[in-house]
């Protein structure tokens, strides 16, 4: 483990010198602009007084909940009551600072709250603004809310974790429909900032969690409806047990694709008989047969420990790994080779762990910047900034119209 | 549904004159170079003379598989054979032209095929050299084969996926890691772009997929051991059902967090009297007693259609959807809303669907610039722009050293 990243090196990140205005709140919105601010992005997080949702979900040290401090470090908070004129004031005289905005509110919201495209495009020409929805901005669901789970079911990926036996769809335990959307969009913000950089425009990217799940899933999810030639027919659950073994103790996955890798597989599985069998002699075979041979494989994985296993396939090069419970992921060594994940004290919640930026820039690092904000933290910096007086400042706080951390 | 939608407008992508050599293969990287290249950034495809891996997975037409055609569209593709001195020299000619080279072999296999970082560095000092691997490039798995499965298994995501009852992992049947490494490519690509427009300085990025999927994990995936002053301990599968729900004619999904949601979902369930039930009445309370409410919901729903839950949910404004067969995504009235799925006819493969690009972009809309290539397609054209004589390109087709199609 690793500690303190973020003074080892003062290197300025690959998006240094940008600044992000960021009113989304929950995690697409947030964990984008993480990755942006990680990145070296200045992101200022616009929170109402009683600060964003995620503060209020689950255990919190401090205020600070576990999914507050994964999704917004590195970032700047600022308290704004967007529903007082004063606040909104203040947002609009940090609008034009800004190279980027992003919001996530439901389509029409941000316009009702008087900061539309226009209104902020008047304030700076060649912002980027950004827009997240759920669902997109017309048709029969755009006026709806959204939570992951609306979209895993009808982006299909539900449909794609059927429960072969019962014919049930399964959600996945994991919110991929939100961090999904939260990656496609550091990726477009970048994309418009390069356009940006070589042209001088600004213009306005909208991503809705639902056409990113779809264009996500596409390549092999979507494989059989590529070809329009036939009308779309359903799809039943996999009648494949998955790639989950069960050892003497514990879980292993191993997979062979090539004929190579199989007959690997076969040298390590002490069946070198199943080389020759001709229901698995090409990867065609063992396609079609695929059922049979990994109940078989399941059947000779039984009988010794995942470690006597994993030694044996590795030394035949074939495709494995223990299934790992999370707890395990945090030491396992390959992780530790990684310095994937990082220790750091927090000056309120404490003891944390992170896991640092997936990318790794040699000349512009990507990386964790700061803790996660209190609400406000930043505040009376920002509104120095702008050149608010101290008696202006005052009122600002005292009328609730802004929040600043004592 | 649209019809080719690329011809419908000429504007530039926000990518546009940026040139990418793209030696990657199967998903992650390929995926990852095909969002850049719907983006405007010309993408030169450099393939082994048999084509690369995923020409000849699953059922093709006229050479052409499903995923193939859903992981390379809008690219150029050159045959090299990369084993001969000749070819080498061909793609050496055409690294300075590049601003981005993208490998994803195993470590090492690069610079043993002569053309590591610091080869085409010397031929282009300034370009975006970018390495995508399964495990990292040191530590106990860096040598080893990679396939998705693993991935999920040493990330924590099988671990996250396990059922409850048995306490069995479970694979994600959709290779989320090959994916979300895409994506999380291109976002690092393009802001390693963004920094050399504003520097003229290019680097190494690197991207584990391992890495990646314990990045996008995190925030919530692994909120537990965020807090690191206790020691990891192991979580059991989720106790609670999904928010899959079987109604008199098929399945929806309906969630509701909020005091509004849960008070708004009472009425359309007909159960007025759960808004005041004890175990119910805070967001706190439902949490806890979150098993029993799904059960209680579970048993409501069964006895109606989905066309009339989803109805009253909906008037209720509580977040709700039939869970879709992925035949029923295709035609869906809101993915036909967002115009999400493209309808064209591919030269040699016929009439396919793609999903177009998510993100959308005013001013420099990302679109499906052109059909998946075949193998060779723009050998003759490259190796003409590199100032070939006919004679020398003869020579290059006749040896096997370049294929081109016919």
Known sequence: ?????????????????????????????????????????????????????????GRNVGGLTSVFLSANRSKRSIGLDLKNPAAVD??????????????NFRPGAIDRMGLGESVVRNLNASVIYVSISGFGETGPYAHKRVYDPVIQALSGLADIQMDAASGRPQMIRTIIPDKTTSVTAAQAITAALFHRERTGEGQHVKLAMLDTMVAYLWPEGMARYTFADRPPEPMKGEASPDLIYLTQDGYITAGAISDKEWQGMCRALDRPQWIDDERFRTANARIVHGKLRREMTAEV????????????????EVPSAPVLGRHEVIDHPQIHANEMIVEDVHPVAGPIRQARPAARFDRTPARIRGPAPELGADTMVLLGELGCSAAEIEELVASGAVVAKE
């Open 90 to 103: 203040v947002l609009k005289r940090l609008i034009p600072t800004a190279d980027v905005f992003v919001q």
């Open 301 to 316: 994985l039984l009988t010794r420990t995942s470690a006597e296993w994993l030694e044996r396939l590795d030394h035949e």
């Open 1 to 57: 483990m690793v500690t303190t990243p973020h003074i080892e090196s003062e290197t300025p990140g690959p998006l240094e010198g940008v600044r992000v205005l960021d009113l989304t709140s929950m995690i697409s919105g947030p964990v984008a602009t993480m990755m942006l601010a990680d990145q070296g992005a200045e992101v200022i997080k616009v929170e109402p007084p009683e600060g964003e949702l995620v503060r209020h979900m």
